[in-house]
Structures are given as structure tokens and as C-alpha cells.
T-cell receptor, first 111, second 113 residues
Framework: GAGVSQSPSNKVTEKGKDVELRCDPISGHTALYWYRQSLGQGLEFLIYFQGNSAPDKSGLPSDRFSAERTGGSVSTLTIQRTQQEDSAVYLC?????????FGQGTRLTVV | GNSVTQMEGPVTLSEEAFLTINCTYTATGYPSLFWYVQYPGEGLQLLLKATKADDKGSNKGFEATYRKETTSFHLEKGSVQVSDSAVYFCALRKKSSGDKLTFGTGTRLAVRP
């Protein structure tokens, strides 16, 4: 979507490997979110950033998941020791005053 | 906590049929309500929104009215087209919940010519 670039668009990784997913938003939005969309499921909230801090990381499913944001801009979501159940589309969004703008997502497949 | 419940799909309609996708929510106070749409192969995009009770959001022939009394935000369209085939997500957002969007599970709509 306009204003949010995610990379890579597709990632296939072997079980047990670590992966990093990147979100590069346009400047000027302090709020940034990560969501996960699993096959046949809705969108699951993972973590929310306000600037560089994460006041709500309640959606991270396990301690294998972590995220950071630097310079109030780029964010990376890291998954360590990937498992097959981590396969999903990972979406990044930036927050406007009343709505959120989503990137195209990274499709992660763990084989 | 906040939650959104929407009707399960898939919904299959013929072109020009009337569409209703039900959505109800649970939240305290007055959240903002949204419908997002995900067309095949594309990212999630906002379809319409309503920020206070009795507001009607509308876009591309779709409408939804914020009903506080029934905690609902049902999506309607009078005459669907094949190009409306997509997955539709109802969502709410509340400032006190850190501004995050809480989504329903999505409803897949397929429109036959």
C-alpha cells in the first residue's frame, strides 16, 4: 500500500533458521503496527510502536518473536528458530489519525 | 477486551444481488469502526469508516452504519459486481487500547457473473 514498503515480499526458510522482516514507512507517522495473517485466519495483532518504543507487545506469540524500530522509521520483525506454524503473511501498518495504512506484506513459508 | 465478530464466509452471490455482511463488536465507550477489503493478490485497504454513533460510512457503493444500541456495523451493497470479489474485514480502533486495530476473522465474498 501507499506509504509502507515491506521486504522481502516472499521468504522461504528452513525450520530452525532465523528470519528478519523489514518495514519501511514514509516519514511522519509515529504509530507503527505489525500484524500476522495466517491461512484462513483473520489478522492477529503482534506489536505496536509509538516512535521507537513498544507500549504494546502483547500479541507476540512467543519469545522467539521480537521487533525493533529505529529513528522512528524503519522497523524489523525478527523470528528466531522458525517453526512451521510461523508460516503466514506478516503485515506492517502505519497509523493515521483515524485509520491505518498497510503494506503489501511479507509471505513467510517455513519448510 | 475488545473484539469483533463477523459472519463467516464464504459468501457467494450472483452479480447485481444485494450484499450484507454482519459485524458486531465488543468494546467499552465509543471505538471507531472500519471495513477493510483485501482484493486477490493485493494488500489490505480501507473501504469505509465511521467514528461515532449513527455515522454512516460509504464508499464504492458500500455502506455501513455505526449502531451503538446494537453494537453493530453491518456492511451492505445494493448491487454487487464481479469486481467486488474479495475478503472483507471488520475492525475497531480505540485510543485507550493503544490505537491498535482489532479485526474480525474476515468474510470472503465471491460474485458470479
Amino acid at each position: 500500500g501507499a506509504g509502507v514498503s515491506q521486504s522481502p515480499s516472499n521468504k522461504v526458510t528452513e525450520k530452525g533458521k532465523d528470519v528478519e522482516l523489514r518495514c519501511d514507512p514514509i516519514s511522519g507517522h509515529t504509530a507503527l503496527y505489525w500484524y500476522r495473517q495466517s491461512l484462513g485466519q483473520g489478522l492477529e495483532f503482534l506489536i505496536y510502536f509509538q516512535g521507537n518504543s513498544a507500549p504494546d507487545k502483547s500479541g507476540l506469540p512467543s519469545d522467539r518473536f521480537s521487533a525493533e524500530r529505529t529513528g522512528g522509521s524503519v522497523s524489523t520483525l525478527t523470528i528466531q528458530r522458525t517453526q512451521q506454524e510461523d508460516s503466514a503473511v506478516y503485515l506492517c501498518a502505519i497509523g493515521g489519525n483515524t485509520e491505518a495504512f498497510f503494506g503489501q506484506g511479507t509471505r513467510l513459508t517455513v519448510v | 477486551g475488545n473484539s469483533v465478530t463477523q459472519m463467516e464466509g464464504p459468501v457467494t452471490l450472483s452479480e447485481e444481488a444485494f450484499l450484507t455482511i454482519n459485524c458486531t463488536y465488543t468494546a467499552t465507550g465509543y471505538p471507531s469502526l472500519f471495513w477493510y477489503v483485501q482484493y486477490p493478490g493485493e494488500g489490505l485497504q480501507l473501504l469505509l469508516k465511521a467514528t461515532k454513533a449513527d455515522d454512516k460510512g460509504s464508499n464504492k457503493g458500500f455502506e455501513a452504519t455505526y449502531r451503538k444500541e446494537t453494537t453493530s456495523f453491518h456492511l451492505e451493497k445494493g448491487s454487487v459486481q464481479v469486481s467486488d470479489s474479495a475478503v472483507y474485514f471488520c475492525a475497531l480502533r480505540k485510543k485507550s487500547s493503544g490505537d491498535k486495530l482489532t479485526f474480525g476473522t474476515g468474510t470472503r465474498l465471491a460474485v458470479r457473473p
